[in-house]
C-alpha cells in the first residue's frame, strides 16, 4: 500500500499515480483504507525493483511523502458455508470460525545458476518452502525448478539470491495454482489497539520469529512516552511476542539540588 504522509495529499498522490500509469502499463492502483493510515493506495508491481522504483519517481518527480507498507499477496479462503472468496488486505480476513481453509498462490520459478553456487540456492529456495520438481546441468549452469509460495517471492527472495550468487543468477516465475496451507493472521497491538497497517497473513512456521521481528522493530522506532508502551504481536487470542518501550522518569529531586 501507498499512504501520503500529509492527508490531503491524497489527490496529488491519486494525480501523480494515474500519470505514471500512462507510461508504466505493469502499474495497478486502486483506493485503500486504513484505520491507521488513513485514505491511501493498494498498489500492484511487477516486483520489489518495479515498486522501488514507482517509489522512488513519486518522491523524487511529484514531491510525495508516502509511508509504504509491506508488500502481501491475494490469498483464496474457502468458507464454512461453501462460498469462496479473495483477501488481499489482512484486516478483511474473516473470522477463524468462518474460515475452512486458507489456499495461498503457487508459483513456478526457474532459476538458471553456475554450479558453484547451486547448493545455497537450493538452500534458499527450501527456507522458503519450496518443492524442487526439476534440476539439469547444462554445462556449466544448472538449471532449477522450484514451486514457491507467492508470499515469500515477493519479500526478499530474489535480492537474497542475487547476493549469495554474487549477481550470476537469474530467475523467472508464473502462477501455477492455489494451494491449501496452515498461514495465520498476525494482528500487531501497541497497547492493546490493533493496528491494521501493521497485520500480515504468514506460515505458521515463520509466525513466531516474524511477530518478534517487527515487535522488536516497533520498539526501536517508537519514541518513550511518560507512561509506558506495550507491544504485542498475537495470532487471534495468544500472544506470540511482546516488547515494552519504557516510561521516561521524570526527575521529581531536580527541585532539591543546588
Known sequence: ????VESNQYDALRDALT?????????????????ALGFGFRAGFLGLLHMDIVQERLEREYNMDLITTAPSVVYEVLMTNGE????????????VDKIQ???????????FVPDEYV????????????????LAYHGRQVHLTYELPLAEIV??????MKSLTRGYASMDYEFLEYRASDVVKVDMLINGDRVDALSSILHRSNAI????????????????????VSIQAA??????????????RKNVLAKCYG
Open 84 to 95: 469462496t472468496c479473495y483477501v488481499e488486505n489482512p484486516s478483511k480476513l474473516p473470522p
Open 209 to 228: 520469529a516474524r511477530g518478534r521481528e517487527i515487535a522488536g522493530r516497533l520498539r526501536s522506532l517508537i519514541p518513550r512516552q511518560m507512561y509506558e
Open 1 to 4: 500500500g501507498l499512504y501520503p
Open 119 to 134: 547448493g545455497v540456492v537450493m538452500k534458499l529456495c527450501q527456507e522458503k518452502r519450496g518443492i524442487q520438481t526439476n
Open 19 to 35: 500519470k505514471l500509469q500512462l507510461n508504466d502499463a505493469a502499474l495497478q492502483f486502486e483506493p485503500e483504507v486504513s484505520q
Open 235 to 248: 495470532i487471534g487470542a495468544n500472544i506470540i511476542a511482546r516488547e515494552n518501550v519504557k516510561a521516561l
Open 155 to 160: 519479500l526478499d527472495f530474489f535480492d537474497r
Open 101 to 111: 481453509e486458507i489456499r495461498e498462490p503457487i508459483d513456478t520459478v526457474t532459476i
